[in-house]
């Protein structure tokens, strides 16, 4: 079953706006991990967020993690133009030798 | 410190022909992943190798292979090639298990 689920789809938005992605998964988890990926090539790891975590920041990202409710959220403030690129939840699932990837998210930032 | 390396960034092979992929990861990591993501697509999990050893291998037939090498490099084999074979192959590595994983810049493969 897919794991890691972005929620919305596709986003677009203002330059200096935020961006709110959420991600819900299925199983327990190790760590939940988000990604960007930039024009179809290679992801860029962005923030990690074990399962006994609640809130990470890294830089502009704000990361939450709701274990009870199997769901993550991505908060990119200040946005860029870019930003504009495809986002990726990542699930290290207990028990399961595999990083789950959802669906991905296409964010567009308009300058 | 160079990051993952991946080869060859694109390949073109033919219906049926038989393709090798190869990875080097960061120097120092021992964990090595596999993933396929098709056009448009999310990424598929193929195969992660740990130590040497593959520990997991995602819902793809037998003709996707693979192997880690003693200095932790690994290569994905893929025989027969079919046309829906045709995407970006990303390898990633990570230090341990549980870490976070650094991707190559992929293999672009079209079966033609």
């Known amino acids: 079953s897919q794991q890691g689920e972005e929620d919305p789809q596709a986003l677009s938005i203002q330059e200096g706006e935020n961006a709110t992605m959420n991600c819900s998964y299925k199983?327990?988890?190790?760590?939940l991990q988000w990604y960007r990926q930039n024009s179809g090539r290679g992801l860029v790891h962005l923030i990690l967020i074990r399962s006994n975590e609640r809130e990470k920041h890294s830089g502009r990202l704000r990361v939450t993690l709701d274990t009870s409710k199997k769901s993550s959220s991505l908060l990119i403030t200040a946005s860029r133009a870019a930003d504009t690129a495809s986002y990726f939840c990542?699930?290290?699932?207990?028990?399961?030798?595999?990083?789950?990837f959802g669906k991905g998210n296409q964010v567009v930032v308009i300058p | 410190e160079a990051g993952v390396t991946q080869s060859p960034t694109h390949l073109i092979k033919t219906r049926g022909q038989q393709v090798t992929l190869r990875c080097s990861p960061i120097?120092?990591?021992?964990?090595v992943y596999w993933y396929q993501q098709a056009l448009g697509l999310g990424l598929q999990f193929l195969l992660w190798y740990d130590e040497g050893e593959e520990r997991n291998r995602g819902n793809f037939p037998p003709r996707f292979s693979g192997r880690q090498f003693p200095n932790y490099s690994s290569e994905l084999n893929v025989n027969a090639l079919e046309l829906e074979d045709s995407a970006l192959y990303l390898c990633?590595?990570?230090?341990?298990?549980?870490?976070?994983?650094?991707f190559g810049q992929g293999t672009r493969l079209t079966v033609v």
């Open positions: 120097s120092g990591h021992t964990s």
């Open positions: 990633a590595s990570s230090l341990t298990r549980r870490t976070e994983a650094f």
């Open positions: 199983t327990s988890i190790n760590n």
């Open positions: 990542a699930t290290d699932q207990y028990g399961n030798n595999r990083l789950a």
